[in-house]
């Protein structure tokens, strides 16, 4: 994989955004690869490129949540609403937000399983 490191456009970052969370098997929103490109990319370059203070167009917090949680939402919402996210600074966050969100849930839940097996070191 030589080209892992290469910068990619906005329309394929989005594209394959959108294919991650089309995906219903796929278990994390983004790989930890993605989230640092996302992280980086998109809050420095899209959070000045499309700043939406006004929450011009923005979809329901929501369905924003719903998104970021993995939680059914219907194909076309989704499309339309990604297509939004993806244009404005907002959104962007709040997903992020949400995302780590949801990480947290799922990270204390994993812990607690862990603590379970590991109960001989204390
Ligand atoms: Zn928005």
Redesign the pocket.
Known sequence: MKNKKKHLSDDEIYESALEKLMDENDDVLFTKEEEELFREYYLRSLVKRYP?PQ?I???DADIVRDIAFRRKVDPATLRKVTS??WK?A??ILDMLGYAEEYKKTRKTRNKKTKRADCNEET
Request: neutral net charge.
């Open positions: 939406n929450r167009g923005c979809p939004h996210i404005c907002e959104c």
